[in-house]
């Protein structure tokens, strides 16, 4: 899980540097029709990822009211 | 105890103390007594003494200092949960087990003071703050299940993110013996192989005495102390606790607490769907000015293929011209002739003109 969203930041990070390089100086007409579709792909995922995944929330078994 | 022939028992004093402290222990093994303080001291920074009393009556109390949660002073209502006992100089006491100021006015009297000293010490002084981790993946929440708090807390964290772990320890929240619970569960999970990244220490509202359980000096100081960076959501916007101050971060709420640890995936997902929305019209704008750059480059360059033609065009109406004067017919035009033959006398020459060609015979020549 953790995995996981670490995956999801890790996406988003690509994410961003494409869209910057949309507004960057390298920017090129042959490339972008291709840069595009990867964007695009990265956002569904990152909206499948974010969708799917739940917290695992863990009740410790540990009692705490009293000194052991 | 000495055998007597009287019926009634004869004791020794001490042995009398001894069956009076029994008595009392068996009669009343804890007793929780409402007053007021009065002659507070403390011996050898040690051993504490006062009285509670009311307007008919008064005990002397004792307790050591280690015992002492909160600070007390004279004049300040609290209630003591204590062991009643006669001393071996006969003298009924209380020793006391826990101490909790009583009231509005107490409970805040009592913050205000330990606020000070704790300040004395440093503890909320903002250097001390850490930072907590920007997208943490594994925490750990102290908090009542049972508590609408925690459930607010859930409830928010399940909605705005996933894929966290999470462990929570299920602690009393409020009431006597919930400050030690929640310092076993903060030392609890510093003491873990693999760290959480962040402990997250919440509940809802509640009245003052409720939250005064997060005013105990020695939680404060275990939160103060956790090598794990921590975050205190307790009560509502406006309730302040020292538990807040000492936190590395404090959240108004236990919702709030939530908002703060982890993005709203539903923001990232329109995010991310605005940016791919907004390279569209970026791509297409590139396009246009492409276009417009290319055309402008055909205009130039029709425009020098037109020059070109142009000046060939010149050259070649030049040329004509130039032609044209050269032209033989053009000289006959203009009245001169072309005179064929040997110029002899006596001989025949063919003379042509623009009209017409003439035979003639050459009468004489004569040099120039």
Known sequence: MSQANKSIQEKTEQLTKLVAWFDGDDFSIEEALSKYKIAEKLAEEIESDLLTLKNEINIVKNKFDSEK | MEKSINPQPLYSVSDFIAVMNQTLEFAYPSVEIEGEIASFKVNQEKFVF???????????CFMTIWQLRVPIEDGMRVVVSAVPKLTQWGKFSLTIKSIRPSGEGALKKS???????????????????????????????IS???????????????DRWGGLKVDVANVQIQG???????????????????LPELIIIIRGGGSADDLSTFNDELLVRAIAGSRIPTLVGVGHETD????????????????????IIVPDKNEIIRNSKMYIDSLVPRIA????????????????????????V????????????????????????RGYA???????????????TNKAILEAEVKNVTSK
């Open chain 2, 50 to 60: 006062f009285d509670i009393k009311d307007s008919a009556g008064s005990i002397g």
């Open chain 2, 111 to 141: 913050f205000e003071l330990l606020k000070i000293k704790l300040e004395k010490e440093g503890l909320f002084a903002p250097e001390r703050k850490r930072q907590i981790p920007t997208l943490p993946q594994h925490i750990a929440v």
């Open chain 2, 144 to 158: 009542s299940t049972g508590a609408a708090g925690y459930a607010d807390f859930i409830k928010i964290l399940n």
């Open chain 2, 176 to 194: 006597q013996g919930s400050p030690d619970q929640i310092i076993r569960a903060i030392n609890f999970f510093n003491q873990q192989e693999k």
């Open chain 2, 240 to 259: 302040q606790s020292l538990a807040d101050m000492v936190a590395d971060v404090r959240a108004s709420t236990p919702s709030n607490a939530a908002v």
């Open chain 2, 285 to 308: 704008q590139a396009i246009d000015q492409q276009k417009t750059e290319i055309k402008s480059q055909l205009t130039i360059i029709l425009q020098k293929i037109e020059n070109t």
């Open chain 2, 310 to 333: 142009d000046e060939h065009l010149i050259s070649i109406i030049n040329l004509k011209n130039i032609l044209m004067q050269l032209n033989p017919n053009t000289v006959l035009d």
């Open chain 2, 338 to 352: 072309i005179v064929r033959g040997l110029i002899k006398k006596g001989l025949t020459i063919e003379i042509e």
